[in-house]
């Protein structure tokens, strides 16, 4: 077994957070200790901050918003992100090092979750510098005479960003820098598992960009009452969240009071549906990889393969194949593809899950457990459970971990309506050699986004929601960047 190499393994991020300009540790000096998933060690620590401090951060992005010329000035903001991104760019290979130990994803695999947000961040400032928040529509008739009315897009104000653990850094560049470059300020919550994907944003932004102090702050914590603490604010204006439909629930209803706008993006249970002229041997090992690379911790992963019964042995055996020969392993060893879970609670919790479909019917093909050649580290095996009741609960929950459920249909509306047969609808796929019949199954999922023959939906440039439990709102494409704006109609004089 190849074992890491220390000038290249765990690396303890910020412990600091960011408040109203200043890194610093909350008054206690309470910390929050960092477990690497890989070797079950502690990598370090972070501050383990109060109500108390989210309040003060509350209170600096609320002056920031109201008493500068942040939300003003675009040509700033945009000099300030170009700041940000180069800087990003060259603290690169530290926060790679920093996601893989708190997360455990593998470095081959990180280039989605370090280079892509990087890029988004160029993306972003571009995107505003270009964007027109003053739009005249001309002279209308009124019953009083003619009017001329201007939409002038503005910024929301003080926006509360709390992120998961899964994909750190990407999430938390995909829910500030969109909200910072649309002229708002921000209080950013990351997950306890993760802080330092957050902690290292607030320390590049505080040492190497000309960000006023209480723009962007970042505020780390152990307890759940410090997000809570930021959705109930009646400072904050809009709640940007990325995480389980349970906390967006939550979020949702703390929200309530003060009419908050609130952008979800929550859990999925996504389904592929392979029709039967579909080509296997190109869809299967491709969605086999999708369920293992980020050890299945991804939202829009179609973890529940509808397949049609005539061919049903034919593609369990390609998926089998796949997952059998699926390089499981140290995160730091380029080559392997799926790392540890992030916690021994999540491992848990997707064992329990495999435990719940045995235990309703469902056949473990291979997986179901830990791999014995690595008992350090939290690691599931790859898992396909075939014969799966698509009520069961492990069909109906999302698990979170490299499984995937199999279920068999007869026809393509039986298939269409297993897919539909869940709370959710963030993503879906479906398979077939005829990509018109295809597109016509595409249209008639309940879900928010859909990849036809491996081709993603996802990007930077498309816009991305979730329907019914799964979100609401859009990240990305121009929706992503108006979500933070609030449009003021004016309307004067011809
Ligand atoms: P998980 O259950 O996988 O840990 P969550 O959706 O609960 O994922 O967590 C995502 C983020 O939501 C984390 O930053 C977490 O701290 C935060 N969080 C958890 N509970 C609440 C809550 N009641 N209000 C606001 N934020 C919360």
């Known amino acids: 077994m190849t074992t890491a190499q220390p000038e290249n393994g765990p690396l303890a991020g910020e412990p600091r957070m960011l408040i109203d300009g200043e890194l610093q540790l909350t008054e206690s000096g309470a910390m929050f200790g960092v477990e690497h998933p890989a070797t079950e060690q502690q990598a370090g620590d972070a501050t383990d901050a109060t ?48 996601l893989i130990t708190e997360v455990g994803c593998p470095v081959s695999v990180t280039g989605s979750q370090i280079e892509s947000p990087i890029d988004e961040v160029k ?28 939409l002038h897009y503005e910024p929301v104000g003080v926006v509360g960003a709390i992120t998961p653990w899964n994909v750190p850094f990407y999430l938390n560049i ?7 470059m649309a002229g708002n300020t921000v209080v950013l919550k990351p997950a306890q598992l993760t802080p330092w994907s957050g902690s290292e944003l607030g320390r590049i932004v505080a040492e190497e960009t000309d960000i006023p102090a209480g723009v962007f702050n970042v505020v780390t914590a152990n307890a759940n009452e410090v997000g809570a603490a930021l959705s109930a604010d009646p400072r904050v204006d809009m709640i940007t969240f990325t995480g389980s439909t349970a906390t967006g629930r939550a979020i949702l209803a703390a929200g309530a009071p003060t009419i908050k706008k609130t952008l979800l993006e929550l859990g999925g249970k996504s389904a592929h549906i392979v029709l039967d002229d579909a080509d296997f041997s190109a869809s299967l090992p491709l969605a086999a990889m999708m369920a293992c690379v980020m050890s299945g911790q991804s939202c829009i992963l179609p973890s529940r393969i509808l397949l049609p019964r005539k061919r049903y042995d034919e593609g369990l055996a390609i998926l089998q194949a796949s997952m059998e020969n699926f390089p499981v392993g140290d995160p730091w060893v380029a080559g392997n593809m799926q790392g540890p879970q992030i916690s021994e609670t999540q491992r848990k919790k997707v064992l329990g899950l495999i435990q719940s479909g045995i235990a309703s019917g469902a056949r473990v093909v291979t997986g179901g457990g830990i791999p014995e050649t690595l008992p350090v580290g939290y690691y599931v095996q790859p898992t396909l459970l075939a014969d799966v009741d698509p009520d069961s609960q492990v069909a109906q929950e999302e698990i979170f971990g ?31 050699a005829d990509v018109d019949r295809a597109f016509a199954v595409a249209e008639r999922m309940r879900t928010g986004n859909v990849t036809i023959n491996g081709k993603s939906h996802f990007g930077v440039n498309s816009p991305f929601g979730g329907t019914r439990q799964s979100g609401l709102g859009y990240r990305n494409g121009a929706q992503g960047y108006t979500e933070y704006l609030h449009i003021k109609t004016i309307g004067m004089p011809a």
Request: charge should be negative.
């Open 123 to 150: 993306h972003w400032a571009e995107h505003g510098r270009d964007f027109e928040h003053l739009v005249d529509t001309g002279v209308h008739d009124t019953q009083l005479g003619p009017a001329r009315r201007k």
């Open 402 to 432: 490299p499984v995937l459920t199999v279920t068999p249909y007869d026809t393509d509306d039986e298939a269409v309506a297993i897919a539909n047969n869940t709370i959710y609808g963030l993503s879906g796929e479906v398979s077939s």
């Open 174 to 180: 995909a829910e500030t820098v969109p909200a910072l």
């Open 51 to 98: 109500v108390a401090d989210m309040e003060r951060a509350i209170g600096a992005a609320r002056r920031a918003f109201d008493r500068t010329e942040w939300s003003r000035d675009a040509g700033f903001r945009f000099h300030c992100l170009s700041q940000l991104h180069e800087a990003l760019d060259r603290n690169k290979e530290r926060l790679r090092r920093v």
